[in-house]
């Protein structure tokens, strides 16, 4: 039997604090790419109880994502948007979720994200890393962004760490890792980074800043 949201609310109340509740429930985030990285932040925001997420990716569950993103067998072939958003509901069957299954551009980004009171980074590829990290902080630099760069290969859990680059703009990884020269994606070392992305947006909406 699914819990009602009054006593889901109460549950997460009772655990954070309603004042801090309260700033989760009414925030948005908006997680752009749903791979190892979007889907872990994702999954994170919505057992914290943040109350919208904006899912934005255009590609489909694949076999090969399977070992590192949160998504099951018979998911293969969804699209992830559609994927994700079955799983978020099954853990917070009250959250609002937007989703859109499109590639992010400079043409749409700020249609996408007007509503986001934060802006989640999480592309495989370097160029679509580069153009969403310009476009928010030229184009939207009343938005937080938290990116990712480095979570390749076998390196050290220690070694992932979240700098803050400028007042609203946040980098989680270590920095150097790259998968063509590692050759490998763990999926332990992603969720290491989507954990800084998560637990780096619910700090901002707490009020608590990286120095």
């Known amino acids: 039997m699914i819990p009602s949201k009054e006593e889901m609310t109460a549950a997460m109340t009772a655990r954070h604090g309603a004042e801090l509740q309260e700033r989760f429930s009414s925030a948005t985030v908006a997680i752009c790419g749903l791979g190892g990285l979007g889907s872990n932040i994702a999954i994170s925001l919505s057992r914290a109880g943040v109350g919208r997420l904006i899912l934005i990716d255009f590609d489909k569950v694949d076999i090969t994502n399977l070992y590192r993103q949160q998504y099951k067998a018979v998911q293969v072939g969804k699209d992830k948007t559609v994927a994700l958003a079955e799983n978020l509901k099954e853990i917070a069957p009250y959250i609002e979720i937007e989703a859109h299954t499109v590639r992010i551009t400079e043409d749409n980004a700020s249609e996408l994200l007007i509503d986001a ?91 608590q800043y990286e120095v």
């Open 117 to 207: 009171d934060i802006v989640c980074e999480a592309f495989d590829k370097p160029e679509s890393k580069a153009m969403l990290t310009n476009f928010v902080l030229e184009k939207m630099p009343d938005k937080y962004l938290v990116a990712a760069s480095g979570m390749a290969g076998a390196g050290s859990a220690n070694d992932i760490k979240t700098r803050r680059i400028t007042k609203r703009f946040y980098l989680c990884g270590d920095g150097v890792s790259d998968v063509n020269e590692s050759g490998s994606l763990l999926s332990s070392r992603v969720m290491l980074c989507a954990a800084h992305e998560a637990h780096t947006a619910l700090r901002i909406l707490a009020g």
